[in-house]
């Protein structure tokens, strides 16, 4: 049965960026997806977008996770809904999407 959390992170987004896209967890990098924002500097363009709002406090991030029993779908259908979620309720908000196949 598939699970789907809403964390609220205020860790460093270096961090928490490294942990989501990590590349042994996400296939090298095959399962992730910058939405509005690019692997390189992604860090970057969201601190920028957190001066730009004044929120350099507090939150720093929402952590959404979906989780599936291994064998209920294939980490590409996973990665999929993942991308589809993103494109219909985050679409004005930069997002770092991996996908973990480690576990």
Do not use: W
């Not at 928490?16 to 363009?45: E, G, M, S, W």
């Not at 709002?53 to 809904?81: C, M, N, V, W």
């Amino acid at each position: 049965m598939a699970v789907t959390k809403v964390l609220s992170k205020r860790m460093r987004l270096d961090r928490l960026i490294n942990y989501v896209a990590n590349p042994d967890k996400t296939d090298d990098y095959v399962l992730t997806f910058f939405y509005h924002c690019h692997r390189t500097n992604a860090v970057k363009q969201m601190r920028e977008t957190k001066e730009r709002y004044s929120k350099r406090d507090g939150i720093q991030a929402f952590h959404i996770i979906q989780a599936f029993d291994r064998g209920e779908i294939t980490p590409e259908l996973a990665h999929q809904i993942g991308n589809e979620f993103i494109k219909e309720h985050l679409p004005d908000y930069e997002v770092v999407l991996g996908t973990h196949v480690d576990k």
